[in-house]
């Protein structure tokens, strides 16, 4: 007899799946950028995008691939203690949204065309500005906080294109226990019509 993963199980690999794909992606787009814009000032993150899709697919769990998103960031930039501590206590206000994610109602921000382009978006709207904030706290110029909008300005094109994407596959901006129960009420409908 095979043994059923459950409920727990599943979250756990599937939290650690994303956060390995959070890791691998950041440490390709940090390299690449070194690479290839070693003097540009601006930054690519995929932090809002990975965190808007856990956030949807398992609630508040996603505050630890934001705060991890931030971590991983700063450490493949080559950054210091001081900026990884921005990075992933900022990246936290991405709870923010969070609640209002659930507030709202996954369901509802998933189907409804502008809230699930628009919720990703104010994610990272809010990691910026929590890093911000942050910044400031620990005594940095108000220019200095400033440039965690303008430097990382092209991130928001990219969480707009990925969960445009990930809008398109089925079960990815999703959340998980509804999916689930989708597919066992398709498996059991299919069953049936044997």
Request: positive net charge; contains cysteine.
């Amino acid at each position: 007899m095979e043994r059923r993963r459950s409920f727990g199980e599943y979250r756990v690999i599937d939290l650690a799946i994303w956060a390995v794909l959070l890791g691998v992606f950041e440490f390709i787009i940090v390299g690449a950028a070194n690479w290839w814009f070693p003097g540009q000032p601006y930054t690519v993150s995929l932090a809002g995008a990975i965190a808007a899709i856990v956030y949807m697919r398992w609630g508040y769990w996603g505050c630890l691939h934001a705060a991890l998103a931030g971590l991983v960031f700063s450490y493949f930039s080559g950054g210091d203690g001081r900026q990884m501590l921005i990075y992933a206590v900022g990246n936290l206000a991405s709870l923010a949204p969070a609640v209002w994610l659930m507030a709202l109602g996954k369901e509802k921000v998933r189907t409804g065309y502008y809230l699930s382009l628009i919720f990703p978006l104010v994610v990272l709207l809010s990691m910026q500005a929590g890093r911000a904030l942050m910044a400031l706290a620990l005594g940095a110029a108000p220019k200095e906080a400033i440039d965690f909008f303008t430097t990382d300005s092209l991130s928001l094109l990219f969480t707009f294109v990925i969960i445009w994407i990930a809008r398109k596959l089925d079960g990815v901006y999703e959340d998980q226990k509804h999916y689930l129960l989708r597919l066992q009420a398709k498996e059991e409908q299919k069953g049936g019509k044997l």
